[in-house]
T-cell receptor, first 113, second 114 residues
């Protein structure tokens, strides 16, 4: 039973373009939605996170859009750079479940120069 | 470096052997998590500690797996009688109860069972 579904599996974007990664969740009790960035051989690093009481959060070139009614959220990377090439994971957690993270399956992003 | 530290970073072992991984969380972080990640997949939750108490274990954590966090500081994850299916990256993460729920991951410990 996959609680967080992520798409696409892979994404190729030209430098300067917008990268968009989507996630959908099933459990309406989730109350925290982070995105993690992972480079090969490294552990995941927190990129940006959102709570369901807001519809959008922006930090630099990274924006999360959140649609509570549709149970969907997405990551937008503006002005994508080759250094953004990595695997991105969305996740969800609940305060009453010790905030353990349920991860999506990941999106491999390649930004071409 | 004040991040989550894991040791060893890589371990190759023969099937049937026991292995132990160590995790040193960020100082003063009272929550510690273990995750397992296989190639091309997202991390999967294994177990969680708050201070020294192990509060939750995933069904993924078979009886060959045991985790401890003595004195609420570092943690160890032991796998007994390793199987080839145990080959994965084992990630440790920590957070501080009371400062929201930002979870920081270590670099992981790669296990290859041959």
């Amino acid at each position: 039973q996959q609680q967080v579904k992520q798409s696409p599996q892979s994404l190729i974007v030209q430098k300067g373009g917008i990268s968009i990664i989507n996630c959908a969740y099933e459990n309406t009790a989730f109350d925290y939605f982070p995105w993690y960035q992972q480079f090969p051989g490294k552990g995941p690093a927190l990129l940006i996170a959102i709570r369901p009481d807001v519809s959008e959060k922006k930090e630099g070139r990274f924006t999360i859009s959140f649609n509570k009614s549709a149970k969907q959220f997405s990551l937008h990377i503006m002005d994508s750079q080759p250094g953004d090439s990595a695997t991105y994971f969305c996740a969800a957690s609940r305060e009453d479940s010790s905030y353990k993270l349920i991860f999506g399956s990941g999106t491999r992003l390649l930004v071409r120069p | 470096d004040t991040g989550v530290s894991q040791d060893p970073r890589h371990k190759i072992t023969k099937r049937g052997q026991n292995v132990t991984f160590r995790c040193d969380p960020i100082s003063e972080h009272n929550r510690l998590y273990w995750y397992r990640q296989t190639l091309g997949q997202g991390p999967e939750f294994l177990t969680y500690f708050q201070n020294e108490a192990q509060l939750e274990k995933s069904r993924l954590l078979s009886d060959r797996f045991s985790a401890e966090r003595p004195k609420g500081s570092f943690s160890t994850l032991e796998i007994q009688r390793t199987e080839q299916g145990d080959s994965a990256m084992y990630l440790c993460a920590s957070s501080f109860l009371g400062s929201g729920n930002t979870i920081y991951f270590g670099e992981g410990s790669w296990l290859t069972v041959v």
